[in-house]
């Protein structure tokens, strides 16, 4: 996981993206952005979280593309950015790539 502050993002439209692969069969995983947001006169975050689960790494013999995009709302505070990773195993990542389009 990595995060940063949204600033320089809010209002647009972001995708985080990036090449996979795992070593076991059983092995599910998926990349994901989350949004914090703390709205005038509250003090309690909110958040929206978005993975690529429509399209989960499943075990393969290579290297697989996949990628999730997000709005940022305007009143957002930090962008985070990770992996999970469901079961017992290892994932390789590479050609990691997160940017604003549209």
Do not use: C
């Not at 993206?17 to 059983?26: F, P, Q, V």
């Not at 003090?43 to 990628?67: C, D, F, H, I, M």
């Not at 957002?76 to 992996?83: A, W």
């Amino acid at each position: 996981m990595q995060y940063f502050r949204a600033e320089r993002y809010r209002g647009k439209h972001i995708r985080f993206s990036g090449a996979m692969k795992t070593d076991r069969r059983e092995t599910q995983a998926s990349l994901w952005i989350r949004i914090d947001e703390l709205r005038e006169g509250e003090t309690e975050k909110r958040y929206l979280l978005e993975y690529a689960w429509n399209k989960p790494l499943v075990w393969s013999y290579g290297w697989y593309a996949q990628s999730v995009d997000i709005q940022v709302p305007e009143d957002s505070v930090y962008i985070s950015l990770g992996l999970i990773l469901l079961g017992k195993s290892q994932v390789w990542l590479d050609l990691l790539e997160f940017e604003a389009v549209g």
